[in-house]
């Protein structure tokens, strides 16, 4: 090793310390994301034929991964300059790093189901939705700017009918409502229940789309529910919602949680998720 050190110079593992930390930062910040999908199935699809490239002696192939090596950096921005522009964007903010964190505090939670709980006693419908790994400001960038501190008399007034956004849905980007009136993909799923009116679809295309999670009002039968990765809880109780979404958002509580859970749980509710997932169809309660 220390031959190795003695061979490289100081200058090199500079050199190479200072590429391997701009990797982890990008790696860090599309985490989560579809590019990190996309980067994932590039690199594993390049390194095969690399290697097949290498053992046997398929000239052709080695040409065309040539200039497809050299030409990488060009593919990915052209293949993410939308992923690009909006990380970009978000680099300068000082919380960029920590929205799981800042989205899972006691306050905000408290605020979104309180929210939820006046919304449904008073017969408002309204559709919340989660920011989580992947950044949703493509939504955002379509609805009514806020960019407002989390409150339950917000929300309330946003989603109030005589609101000039009540229509859509609010985004929380990093612990604060980014925008409201925002409109979200429909989802496509022929299984899902059609009971379901296009609330509920926005909330399942949005939840399919994305890894957001979605706060459901209804304004018809008055009941909330949590569309998570298409799976939709229904008839949840505020208590029910805040400590679900504590969970979700905060995935380290897990354990803690699990040992501590007794009776009527989050565990619970997420196995009921399970059972209502959109292809399932149909209310199991
Ligand atoms: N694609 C969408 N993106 C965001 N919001 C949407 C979208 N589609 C519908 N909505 C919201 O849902 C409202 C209509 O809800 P609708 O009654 O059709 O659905 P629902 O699922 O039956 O909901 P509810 O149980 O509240 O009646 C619209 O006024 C609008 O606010």
Redesign the pocket.
Same mark, same amino acid.
């Given at each position: 090793m220390a031959e190795l050190f003695q061979k490289l110079g100081p200058w090199a593992i500079v050199d190479i310390l200072i590429i391997a930390a701009i990797i982890y930062r990008l790696l860090l910040l599309i985490r989560g994301t579809r590019a990190m999908q996309m980067v994932l199935g590039i690199l594993v699809l390049a390194g095969l034929t690399f290697l097949v490239s290498q053992i046997y002696p398929l000239t052709t192939l080695k040409w065309v991964m040539d200039k497809f090596y050299s030409s990488i950096i060009i593919i990915i921005v052209i293949l993410f300059q939308e992923d690009i522009r909006r990380v970009l964007s978000r680099m300068g903010k000082k919380t960029v790093f920590q929205s799981g964190e800042a989205v899972s505090s006691r306050q905000i939670l408290d605020e979104i189901t309180r929210a939820a709980s006046s919304l449904t006693s008073k017969k408002i419908?309204?559709?919340i939705v989660i920011e989580r790994n992947i950044i949703l400001s493509r939504y955002v960038d379509v609805g009514i700017l806020v960019d407002s501190r989390i409150s339950k008399e917000l929300l309330v007034a946003i989603f109030h009918p005589t609101s000039p956004v !009540?229509?859509?849905?609010v985004i929380i980007q990093q612990g604060r409502i980014a925008a409201a009136?925002?409109?979200?993909?429909?989802t496509r799923d022929e299984r899902v229940d059609p009971?379901?009116?296009?609330? !509920?679809?926005?909330?399942i295309?949005?939840s399919q789309e994305t890894d957001a999670l979605v706060v459901?009002?209804?304004?018809?039968?008055q009941?909330i529910s949590l569309v998570v990765d298409g799976n939709v809880s229904r008839n949840l109780g505020p208590k029910e919602l805040r400590k679900v979404l504590r969970n979700l958002l905060s995935p380290d509580r897990d354990v803690s949680e699990k040992k501590k859970s007794s009776g009527k749980n989050w565990n619970q509710v997420i196995e009921r998720m399970k059972i209502f997932r959109s292809g399932g169809g149909g209310e199991h309660e």
């Open positions: 419908g309204a559709l !009540h229509d859509g849905a009136g925002c409109f979200l993909p429909l009971d379901l009116g296009t609330r !509920h679809r926005a909330a295309g949005m459901v009002v209804s304004e018809e039968t009941a």
